[in-house]
C-alpha cells in the first residue's frame, strides 16, 4: 500500500467518522442497512469521474493512479455509467 499524506488521511477520517455518525444517527433506529454501499458509491464515482478527468480519458494512466487493475476500472465504468473519452 502506497504511503499516505498523514494529514490528508487525518482529514479523510474526520469526514468520514463526523458523516457515518451524522447518517447512523438519522435512521432513528430503523437497521435499514446499505451504509456500506452508501459510502462505498458516494465516494467511488467521484472518485473515478475526477482521475479520468485529469487524465483526459486515459484508462490505463487513471487505473495507475488509483492502483486498480484497468479491467477493474472499465467494469467499475459501465457499472456506474461514467461517460469519459476512450483514449488509451
Known amino acids: 500500500m502506497p ?7 487525518t482529514f479523510l477520517e474526520r469526514w468520514l467518522h463526523k458523516s457515518v455518525k451524522k ?7 430503523r ?3 446499505g451504509l456500506h454501499d452508501l459510502i462505498i458509491s458516494g465516494v467511488e464515482k467521484p472518485l473515478l469521474e475526477i482521475v479520468l478527468q485529469k487524465t ?3 484508462r490505463t494512466q ?8 484497468r479491467n477493474t476500472l472499465r467494469k ?4 456506474y455509467n461514467i461517460q469519459c473519452r476512450d483514449r488509451d
Open 56 to 58: 483526459e480519458g486515459n
Open 76 to 79: 467499475k465504468i459501465q457499472d
Open 3 to 9: 504511503k499516505v499524506d498523514k494529514d490528508i488521511q
Open 62 to 69: 487513471a487505473a495507475n493512479i488509483l492502483g486498480i487493475n
Open 31 to 33: 437497521q435499514d442497512g
Open 23 to 29: 447518517y447512523v444517527s438519522h435512521m432513528d433506529g
